[in-house]
């Protein structure tokens, strides 16, 4: 099946840096979503981006489906940001296209 | 606002036992999904389903099963819980295939 790997596992930031999250995957790919998981363990979408670039305030992820990776940057880091992002693909192909696997994720701490 | 709630939100149980987690979402989305999330191992997929009727088998879907009779709703029963079914389990909803997936709260099953 498909791979999905995220890097790097663990980040430590002083608040006000900026940081820069990698998902790389092996195959072909119909959806890819960032999502956030709260220090509560809510999931919380951030961007819906299988191709392209999309920007949402200091949050901002370029798709480059042709190479098989994402990134997700996060500039001005605030306290709040801490918690464990996401990187989720849908196969392009079979009878599971549907389906979201998931990336083992990167923890991100911001200290104040 | 349209939405998806799972219930409980935590639960604890005793060995072979049999439990049922619900998930509802009034999107009137298509596909539906339920994963569990262990330490080390992120979110993988249990048993998902592209209708009404339609149910498949994930990646862990040993002891599980589920039963799609309407659009909404998605429940996930444990057969017989087992000590390592102790895990939080997210159950997730999308319009069609390749489109944005969106989670609930999650449940948080502990079973001794």
């Known amino acids: 099946g498909i791979q999905v790997e995220q890097s790097p596992p663990d980040l430590i930031l002083q608040e006000g840096a900026n940081s820069t999250l990698r998902c790389n995957f092996s195959d072909s790919v119909n959806n890819l979503q960032w999502f956030h998981q709260n220090p509560w363990g809510q999931l919380i979408n951030l961007f819906y981006?299988?191709?392209g670039t999309k920007q949402n305030g200091r949050l901002s992820a370029t798709t480059v489906a042709t190479e098989r990776y994402s990134l997700l940057y996060i500039s001005s880091s605030q306290t709040t940001d801490s918690g464990v992002y996401f990187c989720?693909?849908?196969?392009?192909?079979?009878?599971?296209?549907?389906?979201?696997?998931f990336g083992k994720g990167t923890k991100l701490s911001v200290k104040p | 606002d349209a939405e998806i709630t799972q219930s409980p939100r935590h639960k604890i149980t005793e060995t072979g036992r049999q439990v049922t987690l619900a998930c509802h979402q009034t999107?009137?989305?298509?596909?539906m999904f339920w994963y569990r999330q262990d330490l080390g191992h992120g979110l993988r997929l249990i048993h998902y389903?592209?209708?009404?009727?339609?149910?498949n088998k994930g990646e862990v879907s040993d002891g599980y099963s589920v039963s799609r009779s309407n659009t909404e709703d998605l429940p996930l029963t444990l057969e017989s819980a087992a000590s390592s079914q102790t895990s939080v389990y997210f159950c997730?909803?999308?319009?069609?295939?390749?489109?944005?997936?969106?989670f609930g709260q999650g449940t948080r099953l502990t079973v001794v």
């Open positions: 389903s592209y209708g009404v009727q339609d149910t």
């Open positions: 989720a693909v849908g196969m392009n192909y079979g009878g599971s296209q549907g389906n979201l696997i």
């Open positions: 997730a909803s999308s319009r069609r295939v390749g489109s944005e997936a969106f």
């Open positions: 981006i299988p191709s």
């Open positions: 999107w009137n989305h298509n596909n």
